[in-house]
């Protein structure tokens, strides 16, 4: 028995990075997966691969600040698998940018994908969580949510909502058993982080390297699973001791 | 079985916590060594324990020579340390800072503070050799926010997050990874107590009120929070360091 055993997980930015490797380890832990990206190529490929290790799993393209798209992802996952137990908010963008060369239409795409897509996603797990009796949503934020830094304005003040907005729906939906937390990770070696600043990064963290996808996985198993069934509202950070300095 | 032959180190292991982290750890295949004040206490502790291997020690954390010296016998009992809880903790005198004592004060600091640094000090000087090992310090939201009557108990916690997030720093670079729990009301002998000390004999209001102030409505169980020790302390938990997790049924979010 895996700790997620037959359990329904929604993964959005599940086809690569810490989406992707979470959904490798929730399917290890019995859950059946719905992988929700933008891109349909590396997504059906993911659905492919979770397929092969005899998981039940689903695609689904969707543009998370689209609420249309949103709606099609709880009809498809409930047409298919009958109910949502888990949603791992985790698509989000971000670009390096000064902020007085940022433009207001990247500064709003940033914000609506980081901000209201985490929202509208979040919003109809709840609204199936609260038909079936609960569930537990883990939101990514960024330790960027909890401190600055230069360049990244939109997606540190985004991320710093998702922080919020966690602590709001935690408290809100506390006595209904839906429990609401987000990841804040530090320097992990996805693509979103270009080859040439890894080495960089990495030394301006106190463990000295990057943290692995599946290493984001792993916390965010705790967090979905029964191991953390006191914990909501907080955002939990695994950062190699990078907020600590 | 995530800790077969791990080397699991548990001061305050009579308390309620200590209790159920060391069944938790035991479950899974962990050797013990259970440190607390009194023997007779310890020892009914340990009843309740089915480990493969248990070796009790009792110290009082407060003095700096027998920190010392249950960390030496751990060691040569077992030759490392593996995982250590720097648990023990005391709540102390309920009173305003207005007629707050300094024996008070200096008692708690003397456990929770003290206590806290020389587990650190000795501990982390085996992990170091090693370059290995996993510290979860037993911090509170007393650590993070303010409790009316329990200044001692708050200044100290706070500084045990304080110690928590200086220690992972320093032990970044040796592979040893310490963080902190920050739980809110745990369902103990030790809420018991605190229970008393804010109400005398109206101490089952106090407990409806506490319970009452988290919005799940109702305190942790001490298995809740082995629960996290055991994530904290294994390797699903390799890249967390310096960080605090609170576990309080969401009362964190209705304060910084």
């Known amino acids: 028995m895996g700790k997620l055993q037959d359990q329904v997980a929604i993964i959005t930015g599940g086809a690569s990075g810490i989406g992707a490797a979470t959904a490798r380890l929730f399917v290890q832990e019995g859950a059946k997966v719905v992988l929700v990206d933008l891109n349909e190529e590396k997504g059906k490929a993911m659905e492919q691969e979770l397929k092969s290790l005899s998981a039940e799993a689903l695609f689904v393209k969707a543009d998370i600040t689209s609420e249309e798209d949103v709606t099609n992802i709880y009809k498809q996952t409930i047409d298919t698998f009958g109910k949502v137990d888990i949603l791992f908010n985790n ?5 390096t940018l000064p902020s007085h060369e940022l433009e207001y239409s990247e500064w709003r795409k940033t914000v609506n994908v980081d901000l209201d897509g985490v929202f509208l996603v979040a919003r109809g797990a709840i609204r ?21 830094a230069p360049g990244n304005a939109a997606y540190n003040a985004a991320k710093a909502g998702v922080i919020n907005l966690t602590r709001s729906l935690g408290l ?23 080859a040439e600043i890894k080495q960089e990064l990495a030394q301006a963290t106190p463990m000295k390297r990057l943290g692995q996808a599946e290493e984001m996985a792993k916390a965010v198993l705790f967090m979905a699973s029964d191991d953390s069934a006191f914990m909501t509202g907080n955002s939990l950070i695994v950062d190699g001791g990078f907020t600590a300095q | 079985m995530r800790f077969k032959d791990k080397v699991v180190l548990i001061t305050g292991a009579a308390g309620g916590i200590g209790i159920a982290a060391a069944q938790a750890y035991a479950k899974e295949g962990a050797k013990l060594a259970l440190v607390d004040l009194k023997q007779e206490p310890l020892e009914k502790a340990a009843e309740q324990i089915e480990a493969q291997d248990k070796l009790l020690l009792t110290a009082n954390v407060s003095n700096e020579e027998e920190v010392k010296g249950f960390v030496q016998k751990t060691k040569d009992h077992y030759g490392r340390i593996d995982i250590f809880l720097n648990n023990a903790g005391i709540n102390g005198e309920f009173h305003n800072i207005t007629d707050q004592t300094e024996e008070n004060f200096q008692n708690v600091f003397g ?6 640094f020389f587990g650190l000090k000795y501990v982390l000087q085996v992990m170091k050799e ?19 009557g329990m200044s001692a ?55 409806k009120a ?28 390799s890249f967390i360091s310096g960080s605090y997790y609170r576990i309080d049924g969401g009362q964190g979010a209705t304060s910084v």
């Not at chain 1, 609260?130 to 537990?136: A, E, N, Q, V």
């Not at chain 2, 090693?130 to 009316?148: F, R």
């Open chain 2, 210 to 237: 506490f319970e009452a102030s988290v919005p799940m409505n109702r305190y942790a169980t001490a298995e809740e929070i082995a629960d996290l020790m055991v994530f904290l302390s294994s390797d699903q938990a």
């Open chain 1, 172 to 194: 809100e939906y506390a006595d209904q058993n839906i429990r609401v937390n987000a990841l804040c990770p530090g320097y992990i070696d996805t693509p979103i982080i270009p």
């Open chain 2, 130 to 148: 090693q370059k290995s090992g996993a510290v979860v310090n037993t911090a509170s939201n007393g650590g993070l926010l303010g409790a009316p």
């Open chain 2, 153 to 207: 108990y708050v200044a100290s916690k706070h500084a045990v997050v304080g110690l928590n997030k200086t220690a992972a720093l320093e032990m970044a670079e040796y592979g040893v990874r310490v963080n902190a729990v920050a739980p809110s009301g745990v369902n103990t002998e030790m809420m018991r107590r605190i229970e008393q000390n804010a109400a005398g004999d109206q101490a089952e209001e106090a407990r």
């Open chain 2, 111 to 116: 456990v929770n503070v003290m206590g806290v």
């Open chain 1, 91 to 95: 698509a989000g963008i971000g670009r």
């Open chain 1, 128 to 148: 199936e969580m609260l038909k079936t009796g609960g569930g537990t949503i883990v939101n990514t934020a960024s330790m960027y949510g909890w401190v600055g």
